[in-house]
């Protein structure tokens, strides 16, 4: 088994160099727009330009509404499924299957099609309401991730206790929804939420092809155009990206459990 | 308050019923319309931004400019360009789906059955989930700065080794650097896959097979491999869509000098490059068809795979 060893560390040494040396040269390249010398000019070109301050505003508001909306749209549904509704759970889940099986494009393509302004609900007519629909796009986007944290989180905790206690204290369903039940999942919310996010602030097609302003656009602009300061970009998106899953890792330790009622 | 005594009979009644469970009761009975109003909004947003759009396409790419069923659409599909970038689309699918699945398979390997240190797999696992979500524009950005015309790699094979990678026909914007770049989610997603099903080889079966004297190599042709095989065809058909659909790496990386199917679509979508509504919505079709297609087998696999994996 001493080879078992030798061979493992090999592999674990290539597969760590095709990781990280991409990082580590876009790092160099980020600080190397000025001849034999490094700066970081680059990316203080990126972060004082109004564009990239504009974009990423833009697209962290769009991200906050999509799980805002997201959670709206999936508490209620993960809710009932587990507690009273189990028929519907196969329903549900192919439908948070269906946005990993549709590609965004397509996706995006349906909605041109679909709520362009001759269709009964215009949503591309106006700005506001193809940010509403570049959101829902986000939505669904991030339907799968979002469903599995927020089933997750109702897994570890005793629903129906928890229900049946609030309901002969007299809660009805909505006070048992915000109250109850989602104060004890917001741990497995936020990581939905975080990963969210980590789609969400850099996406390019759709809000690309629905012509908003946000930050992937930005990003591909910048590429078009720049030399340094697209790999400026790459180490602030991947930052952000390994923040975001940083952020759940931290989470998952201060995760509340109840033991699930056995009879 | 008298949905709530409605609640207590239906929890009381509930185990009993799931116990003896005398006849199958009908699909939605026991569902009460309340329960329905916390699961509409759901399925109301399902049906108007995921199925309802994409069926409006499928629907589309049947339907001539004059608004007449027409099999044309499916029928121009077989013009040369759109045929080569479907071509050049699934080779660049299949490849990075293969290699990330062989690399992928092979750390995950050597970070649990290796005997490498814990804190190396917990470190990788944590990277995986990092990485699998690092792609769209960045990812293309990262891989210009290592491997473009003046990238860290390229720069330093030149200065110090003498070797001029894009004279010996080597090019960022082509066939295997878009492939060289989608393994950089696509092994992180396979790590991430398959680590629970190597996890799910038991040490007995491994203690069992050497104690009939099977050498390791036998204990992984005769039972490892096959074990894993369904997850790994699984997965590979995954990873095979995954890349499929994916537009903004390409889109970054290539601008438009590699046709794959996605850059067309959005050429498509952007100014109807080829004169004709209609063959959009079936170039659309043939991606829902080829994702759809692949995810369904990914799904069969998996759910007959995980038999073996309890």
């Not at chain 1, 592999?11 to 760590?16: D, E, K, R, S, T």
Request: charged share 10%.
């Amino acid at each position: 088994m001493k080879h078992a060893k030798l061979w493992s560390w090999i592999i674990f040494g290539l597969g760590a160099a095709y990781f990280l040396v991409p990082l580590l040269a876009t790092v160099q390249f980020s600080l190397s727009i000025r001849r034999d010398t490094l700066s970081l000019d680059a990316y203080t070109n990126v972060l004082q330009a109004p564009a990239f301050q504009n974009t990423f505003g833009y697209s962290l508001i769009v991200g906050i509404a999509t799980i805002i909306v997201g959670l709206l749209i999936v508490v209620p549904a993960a809710y009932f499924v587990r507690l009273r509704a189990p028929q519907l759970r196969p329903i549900i889940e192919f439908v948070t299957l269906l946005p990993l099986i549709i590609p965004p494009i397509i996706l995006v393509f349906g909605y041109i099609r679909m709520y362009n302004s001759s269709s009964p609900l215009p949503l591309t007519n106006s700005v506001v309401g193809t940010n509403i629909l570049l959101t829902l796009a986000y939505v669904a986007l991030a339907l799968p991730y979002m469903y599995r944290a927020v089933d997750t989180g109702l897994r570890t905790i005793d629903v129906q206790t928890l229900t049946e206690a609030a309901n002969i204290l007299g809660a009805n369903t909505l006070t048992i929804l915000m109250r109850v039940i989602f104060p004890n999942i917001i741990v497995a919310v936020l990581s939905g939420a975080f990963l969210t996010l980590a789609i969400v602030i850099g996406e390019f097609t759709i809000a690309s092809l629905l012509n908003r302003p946000a930050f992937g656009v930005y990003m591909q602009n910048v590429g078009a155009n720049r030399a340094y300061e697209p790999a400026a970009l790459a180490v602030i998106s991947f930052v952000i990206t390994w923040g975001a899953m940083g952020m759940i890792q931290l989470l998952a330790r201060f995760a509340p459990r109840t033991a699930a009622r056995t009879d | 308050m008298s949905s709530n005594t409605d609640t207590l009979v239906s929890n009381s009644a509930a185990p009993a019923s799931a116990g003896a469970a005398p006849s199958r009761p009908h699909f939605l009975s026991g569902v009460r319309w309340g329960d329905y109003l916390g699961v509409a909004p759901f399925l109301v947003f399902a049906a108007l931004f995921l199925i309802v759009p994409t069926l409006y396409l499928v629907v589309g790419a049947f339907v001539a400019k004059d608004g007449s069923f027409t099999l044309q659409n499916i029928v121009d599909l077989g013009t040369p360009q759109i045929v080569s970038s479907f071509w050049i689309s699934i080779r660049i699918s299949a490849a990075s789906a293969v290699l990330g699945s062989v690399f992928g398979l092979l750390i995950a390997l050597a970070i649990i059955r290796g005997k490498l240190p814990p804190a190396i797999r917990s470190t990788v696992m944590t990277f995986s989930g990092v990485a699998s979500n690092f792609a769209g524009i960045p990812l293309a950005f990262a891989f210009l700065s290592t491997l473009g015309r003046l990238g860290l790699v390229t720069v330093i094979l030149k200065t110090v080794f003498g070797f001029d990678m894009y004279r010996a026909g080597f090019n960022i914007l082509s066939f295997w650097g878009l492939t060289l770049t989608y393994c950089y989610f696509q092994i992180p997603l396979m790590i991430l896959i398959i680590a629970p099903a190597i996890d799910g080889l038991k040490k007995e079966w491994n203690e069992a097979a050497a104690t009939l004297g099977a050498s390791p190599w036998q204990f992984w042709r005769y039972i490892g491999m096959p074990i894993l095989w369904p997850n790994l065809l699984g997965t590979i058909s995954l990873l095979f869509a995954n890349a499929f659909g994916a537009i903004a790496t390409a889109y970054a990386l290539t601008g438009s000098s590699l046709n794959i199917v996605p850059i067309v679509l959005y050429a498509q979508i952007r100014g109807d490059v080829l004169n004709n509504p209609g063959l959009g919505a079936a170039l659309a079709l043939g991606m829902i068809v080829i994702t759809a297609v692949t995810n369904v087998i990914y799904l069969v696999i998996r759910t007959r795979a995980e038999r073996w994996l309890k």
